[in-house]
């Protein structure tokens, strides 16, 4: 029999939907009072995750229960249970969670408060009464799939409702490409003086906005199911500035052997070569913060990421090349 799925509004804060149907344990606990509590205080829910607190009631991991059946009564839950949860943030959406359960395939997810204290539970009973029939491998996967096509469908809406949702970001792109041409008048001088500078403004733009493309992707495929926090984006930022530095030196050298064989001007491979670097470095760094930034900030990455991430590249990448051009000519 198929699985009907229940539509709930995408946009509601997950604690909504919360419960409280699920058993805690303390993570000083050993086996064998773990297991006396659980026998005294039998858990209420239909799915069962034994969640492990601290004494402030921070989550601290979660227990499987083949390993809390096989383990020594006198071990501690702090020894044998899972450190790495999957858990929500309390300000997270109904759309947050359904992105969480397909990338994990959870039947149940922790909600936590900023400082890690456990608020609550979510569970497929979100989607779905017919909880029994979850056993069967095949029909979680179809909840899964089915999951995965609600939360599309949610993410694009109607096509009038998606050009609301893109369109404002479009504007990014509108603005980044006057600003290149105010800023090209500007320079006007120095395109004058060494006109060859704008034989490679295209290349320049075209590997910064390459590199910012591939960050962007790479970032969202890193926060497919992850919340990302400060200190994971300067760890990550870091490394991503040191590729998009080898990448900049790499290309700019190719186009900048190109230029001088083709022009003999030493003037404008230095500043092709620069140019390129400098902008495809921070192309790179653009592309990687601002899914991430988007993100904390409660903002859809996938829709506004590109549009900002390559504006920003543009301009950073003409302001660069140009400034450098006005310093050797000079």
């Known amino acids: 029999m198929p699985l009907t ?51 402030d009631g921070r989550l601290r991991g979660v ?11 006198e071990t501690t839950l702090a020894e044998i249970m899972v450190t790495a949860v999957v858990k929500l943030p309390e300000e997270a959406t109904v759309l947050d969670a359904c992105e ?19 608020k609550g539970s979510v569970d497929m009973e979100l989607y779905t009464d017919e909880i029994g029939h979850l056993s069967d491998p095949q029909a979680r996967d179809d909840l899964f799939q089915l999951i995965g096509v609600h939360a599309t469908g949610a ?16 504007g990014c792109n509108i603005a ?31 590997l910064a906005e390459s590199v910012s493309s591939q960050s962007v992707s790479l970032a969202l495929q890193m926060l497919h199911g992850e919340r990302p926090t400060w200190r994971g984006i300067v760890a990550r930022l870091r490394r991503e500035l040191a590729t998009g530095l080898l990448l900049g030196l790499a290309s700019g050298a190719v186009v900048a052997l190109i230029s001088y064989l ?15 670097a400098g902008g495809v470095t921070g192309a ?17 990455p996938r829709v506004a990421a590109g549009p900002i991430a390559l504006a920003g590249a543009d301009v950073l990448t003409i302001v660069l090349y140009l400034n450098l051009a006005r310093w050797l000519l000079s």
């Open 5 to 55: 799925l229940r539509r709930p509004d995408p946009d509601d804060p997950v604690t909504r939907h919360m419960h409280q149907d699920y058993t805690t344990l303390q993570e000083r606990q050993t086996v064998a009072a773990a297991l006396d509590y659980i026998r005294q205080n039998p858990p209420r829910g239909r799915i069962i995750y034994f969640y492990v607190l601290d004494g």
């Open 63 to 73: 227990v499987p229960t083949r390993r809390l059946l096989l383990a020594a009564p």
């Open 100 to 118: 969480f359960f397909i990338q994990h395939r959870l039947l149940a997810l922790p909600i936590v408060d900023k400082q890690g204290r456990l």
């Open 155 to 170: 993410r694009h809406g109607s096509p009038l409702a998606a050009f609301r949702n893109r369109f404002p970001w479009l």
């Open 176 to 206: 980044a490409g006057l600003t290149a041409a105010f800023l090209t008048g500007v320079f006007e001088a120095q395109l004058q003086q060494a006109v060859a500078l704008a034989f490679f403004i295209a290349v320049v733009l075209n």
């Open 262 to 276: 083709w022009l003999g001007d030493r003037v404008v491979a230095l500043c092709v070569v620069g140019g390129i």
């Open 284 to 300: 790179a760094a653009l592309g990687l913060a601002l899914p991430m930034l988007l993100r904390l900030c409660r903002l859809e």
